[in-house]
């Protein structure tokens, strides 16, 4: 690129990064945005908020036409899922929301650099886009990095058997049974679109509750309302082991209570 030399440059293009990026045009100064991905928006415009509430509206309304119209008295004949135009239906809502924010750059005159930026000295950004490095510089740095999937220790996600809530936004048919670890607001998520489209949905969580940090009436009415649509809340204590990466019989500990742990055979196999 031409120019190297602005007032701000920030370090990531989520809500957080664009939204600076934006505002620090507005108010007069020569702003960069570097942004390792080709899409803006971070993770929750490309694979966290926006996908998984467009799936949750999509799923919703072939839940209701398949359960609950005919009791208002509309009849839809025989429903089925096209699971292909759902998932482009997603995409597409990504694509306008990224697009939407690219316009804004270009209203801002902001500068959009592509790679991988990390702080190299005062007032100095390096950027790796995987053909080679460039060296900003800037009278300001905001660093909006965003965030990342959390890993359990030595599981290892293969995106098909093991994977992430980036896979789940994905998958390219139902599962017969999905195991959901953990019970906050992007598990549930992901859960109850699948639950709707005809999965059987196994939420674990290691607490008493679901939605930690939502007060206990709230999270009680969800899952209730869960519940509802066949999602099943297992607050047992499961401890992943080495054993289920592979395929087989394995021995597993389930902690029932607190000082009583019981082992459960568990087979692994591949989904036919």
Not at 30 to 48: Q, S
Not at 76 to 85: K, R, Y
Request: charged share 25%; aromatic share 4%.
């Amino acid at each position: 690129m031409e120019d190297t030399a602005f007032d701000v440059i920030i370090i990531g293009a989520g809500p957080g990064g664009y939204v600076a990026a934006i505002r620090a045009a507005q108010l007069g100064f020569k702003t960069a945005c570097v942004e390792k991905e080709d899409l803006l928006g971070g993770t929750c415009l490309r694979i966290g908020c926006i996908p998984s509430k467009a799936m949750l509206e999509a799923s919703e309304k072939f839940r209701e036409a398949k359960d609950s119209l005919g009791r208002f008295g509309v009849k839809v004949g025989q429903v089925s899922l096209d699971l292909p135009a759902m998932l482009q239906h997603k995409d597409n809502v990504v694509k306008a929301n990224t697009k939407g924010i690219e316009g804004l750059f270009k209203k801002g005159k902001i500068a959009r650099v592509l790679g991988h930026g990390r702080i190299s000295g005062p007032g100095t950004v390096s950027v790796d886009s995987g053909k080679g490095a460039t060296t900003l510089t800037a009278k300001h740095i905001i660093l909006a990095t965003g965030s990342k999937v959390a890993m359990l220790p030595d599981v290892k996600p293969d995106g098909k058997a093991i994977g992430t809530s980036t896979e789940a936004l994905a998958y390219d048919k139902v599962p017969k049974h999905l195991v959901v670890i953990g019970a906050g607001a992007i598990g549930l998520e992901l859960g109850s679109v699948w639950a709707r489209l005809g999965a059987k949905v196994t939420v674990l969580e290691y607490l008493n509750r679901i939605l930690p940090g939502m007060d206990l009436e709230t999270a009680a009415q969800t899952q209730s309302a869960l519940a509802k649509q066949g999602l099943e809340v297992d607050r047992r204590k499961i401890q992943l082991t080495e054993a289920i990466k592979t395929l087989g019989e394995h021995t597993v500990p389930v902690k029932l209570h607190r000082d009583v742990t019981a082992q459960v055979r568990v087979t692994v196999k591949k989904e036919e």
